[in-house]
């Protein structure tokens, strides 16, 4: 099974200018998120996409950030105008939903997200 | 929201040492995950475990739901274990949005 493909890798712009960065979901995986990672901290998450439709983007800076799954498969993720702060590492990620029973009957939603290796964005 | 915090934020281990890295979380959550991300920034999950233990080879893990916290034991450590060791939480009806603590970055010496 492929995993989650993403490009470019590595990606270094000019303050102000615009980047965009795709990312392709495992094979029938309906969900996407896209995760931005700073330097020594943990991902966090941008935006989440339920096929073709946004679930949340409560963290997603607006008027900078832009992102979009038109067919429902592959997204694009774009940064116009970029700004110093955006260095970060943008990571892709898919899911699968299952439904798990335990021992004592409780039922509990096991949502297993897959990473893509990233893209490493450097802005100067 | 929910807070996730990972202590201690790094280690330095001589191969052949365990260790014990804990993640504490403020809420109940309906699940809880641990990864590695490798020096090439690559995400690996090692474990789901909302509750109690489970093992795989020298890893293993603990979830003590009730007071809210989940520890990951390495043994014997290899320089490949080397990395940052994240724990990720996903709460109730959130569609899965993971929130994730700061790291352990771990360096195996050898």
């Known amino acids: 099974e492929a995993g989650v493909a993403q490009s470019p890798r590595y990606k270094i712009i000019e303050k102000r200018q615009s980047v965009a960065f795709w990312c392709n979901p495992i094979?029938?995986?309906?969900?996407l998120y896209w995760y931005q990672q700073i330097l020594g901290q943990g991902p966090k998450l941008l935006i989440q996409?339920?096929?073709?439709?946004?679930?949340?983007d409560s963290q997603l800076p607006k008027d900078r950030f832009s992102a979009e799954r038109l067919k429902g498969v592959d997204s694009t993720l774009k940064i116009q105008p970029a700004k110093l702060e955006d260095s970060a590492v943008y990571l892709c990620?898919?899911?699968?939903?299952?439904?798990?029973?335990?021992?004592?009957?409780?039922?509990?939603?096991?949502?297993?997200?897959?990473f893509g290796p990233g893209t490493r964005l450097t802005v100067t | 929201g929910i807070q996730v915090e990972q202590s201690p934020p790094d280690l330095i281990l001589q191969e052949g040492a365990n260790s014990t890295l804990r993640c504490n979380f403020s809420?109940?959550?309906?699940?809880l995950q641990w990864f590695h991300q490798n020096p090439w920034g690559q995400l690996i999950n090692l474990f789901y475990i909302p509750s109690g233990t489970k093992q795989n080879g020298r890893l293993s893990a603990t979830t003590v739901a009730t007071e809210r916290y989940s520890l990951l034991y390495i043994s014997s450590s290899q320089t490949t274990d080397s990395g940052v060791y994240f724990c990720a939480v996903d709460t109730y009806n959130q569609g899965g949005k993971l929130i994730f603590g700061q790291g352990t970055e771990l360096s195996v010496k050898p």
């Open positions: 094979s029938g995986h309906a969900t």
């Open positions: 996409f339920q096929n073709n439709g946004v679930v949340d």
């Open positions: 990620a898919s899911s699968s939903t299952r439904t798990m029973t335990s021992e004592v009957g409780r039922v509990r939603t096991v949502i297993k997200q897959y």
């Open positions: 809420d109940s959550v309906n699940n």
